[in-house]
Structure formats: structure tokens, C-alpha cells
């Protein structure tokens, strides 16, 4: 059975800083890895897609990387800004199902 | 760009009735889409996968009777919670998977039961 962890929970930092937040996963049998933000009583937005043959995807600010051979993904976020509070959510789709298999979400705080 | 509208957005209804609840793709075509419900502070829990034309295939634990989940369309699937209790109040999504885009998911339902 596929899971899915992040770390940290919770990650409050100062403005301006660089960030990195972690997700892995035990079956590395996955069609791809993608990460979500949410913002409070809001639905999901996409904000980095990565298929299983690709290591890394790149969005403005954002960074995402993937080592399906370790089951690890980093969200490399630069130059944080306030904005960029919400929690960030990995999921993977197994091969073969077309389900998403979601992480607990780690929950940003960027202060002024 | 290709957008999943989910409708409504937030909705209060009274003990013992039935509400529905429907997801759109909007500029796509989507042949299966998911529902998820949300409980304050966690993360998504897959309700249910709705496939275009046939029965929806539940998750474990998910009553079908309860949670109706009909996709007439190649755009829309409805979930309807038959007679709500204040223990279905929830946070509802729901999503559909474009080939080089990943998933879509929709704005959320908040459903309060009262």
C-alpha cells in the first residue's frame, strides 16, 4: 500500500527566506508526482507536475525535484514571500490506477 | 485553460434532506473524476472514483447509498449526500486528471448540516 509523508508539519519562517519541504513515498511504482497548495477553505491548486521519467520541474519561484529510486520529492520554494502561507500538499498516482495518493500536508507560515 | 467548476460553493441544509452537489470540466473531457472529502485540518480522503456512463467504485468505509455519485456527461459527475446528518457536515472536492496537466480539482463544497 502506497503512503505518502510529509515533513515538516508545520514551518514558519521569515520573509525572504529560501525553504525546502519534504515528501517521500514507499512505492516507487508511481505514473507521477505532483504538488498542491491549498489555501484555507479553498480547493487545490497545481502547482507542479512530475512525470515518473522527469527529476525535477520548475515554476517562477518554484522548484520541485523527484528520486523515484529513494521515494523522495523536495518543493524548493526561493525568495518566500507572505503570499506563499497555505499548505502545500504532495500526492503521487500509482502505475496502473489513476487515483491520487495524498500526503498530511505541511502547513507554511511566511512572516513579514 | 482547462478548469473543473464546482457548484456550490458553500451550502446549509436541514437534518434528513438530500443535497446535491456538481463538478464540471470545463474545456476537457473527462471520463472519470474523483470525489474527496475533507475534514478540518487533515488531508483529502478519496470518497470515490466516478466513471462516465457507469457505477461509481467507492473507497472502503464510503457508504454508495449514502454518498449517490452519478457522471451522465464526459463533463460533469454530481455527488448527492442522501438524508444528511450534522456528522456529513464536511469539506467536499472534487477532480478530474488531464493527461499532461495532472490533476484538476475543483473550488470545494462546504456542507453544514444542521
Known amino acids: 500500500k502506497q503512503e505518502v509523508t510529509q515533513i515538516p508539519a508545520a514551518l514558519s519562517v521569515p520573509e525572504g527566506e529560501n525553504l525546502v519541504l519534504n515528501c517521500s513515498f514507499t512505492?516507487?511504482?508511481?505514473?507521477?508526482l505532483q504538488w498542491f497548495r491549498q489555501d484555507p477553505g479553498k480547493g487545490l491548486t497545481s502547482l507542479l507536475l512530475i512525470q515518473s521519467s522527469q527529476r525535477e520541474q520548475t515554476s517562477g519561484r518554484l522548484n520541485a525535484s523527484l528520486d523515484k529510486s529513494s521515494g523522495r520529492s523536495t518543493l524548493y520554494i526561493a525568495a518566500s514571500q507572505p503570499g506563499d502561507s497555505a499548505t502545500y500538499l504532495c500526492a503521487v498516482v500509482i502505475q496502473g490506477a489513476q487515483k491520487l495518493v495524498f500526503g498530511q500536508g505541511t502547513r507554511l507560515t511566511i512572516n513579514p | 485553460g482547462a478548469v473543473v467548476s464546482q457548484h456550490p460553493s458553500r451550502v446549509i441544509c436541514k437534518s434528513g434532506t438530500s443535497v446535491k452537489i456538481e463538478c464540471r470540466s470545463l474545456d476537457f473531457q473527462a471520463t472519470t473524476m474523483f470525489w474527496y472529502r475533507q475534514f478540518p485540518k487533515q488531508s483529502l480522503m478519496l470518497m470515490a472514483t466516478?466513471?462516465?456512463?457507469?457505477?461509481?467504485?467507492?473507497e472502503q468505509g464510503v457508504e454508495k447509498d449514502k454518498f449517490l455519485i452519478n457522471h451522465a456527461s464526459l463533463t460533469l459527475s454530481t455527488l448527492t449526500v442522501t438524508s444528511a446528518h450534522p456528522e456529513d457536515s464536511s469539506f467536499y472536492i472534487c477532480s478530474a486528471q488531464m493527461v499532461d496537466r495532472g490533476m484538476i480539482f475543483g473550488q470545494g463544497t462546504r456542507l453544514t448540516v444542521v
Open positions: 466516478s466513471n462516465e456512463g457507469s457505477k461509481a467504485t467507492y
Open positions: 512505492d516507487s511504482a508511481i505514473y507521477n
